[in-house]
């Protein structure tokens, strides 16, 4: 499976993107999909979790009422739509699947990862 995430850009904070992760090659109707994200100089971050029954939802804390994860399995796509931007939100942001719930903050669970699409949020 590969992964193509697309919809980053520059916005003003308080602003709003709503980024893409189509995947090719094979379907994600089975996997848990999330998206991570990494600032410049800092590790590689947890964003958002969905469930492959789309039922099921993961925040990290401080996009917790900002951010929203969807996906749309006709289209093969998850979608992470982002409110309410700020420059802390500045940052790569990656998509990546995995097979099972559990341990879905956990980076090194995952299988396939997108290239990564870059989100910059002005003040």
């Known amino acids: 499976v590969q992964l193509q995430a697309s919809g980053g850009g520059l916005v003003q904070a308080g602003g709003s993107l709503r980024l893409s992760c189509a995947a090719s090659?094979?379907?994600?109707?089975?996997?848990?999909m999330s998206w991570f994200r990494q600032a410049p100089g800092k590790e590689r971050e947890f964003v958002a979790s969905i469930s492959y029954s789309g039922l099921s939802f993961h925040y990290e804390d401080s996009v917790k009422g900002r951010f929203t994860i969807s996906r749309d399995s006709a289209k093969n796509t998850v979608y992470l739509q982002m409110n309410s931007l700020q420059p802390e939100d500045t940052a790569i942001y990656y998509c990546?699947?995995?097979?099972?719930?559990?341990?879905?903050?956990?980076?090194?669970?995952?299988?396939?990862w997108g290239q990564g699409t870059l989100v910059t949020v002005s003040s």
């Open positions: 090659g094979g379907t994600i109707s089975n996997s848990v």
């Open positions: 990546a699947s995995k097979n099972a719930w559990a341990d879905v903050v956990n980076q090194f669970r995952y299988n396939y």
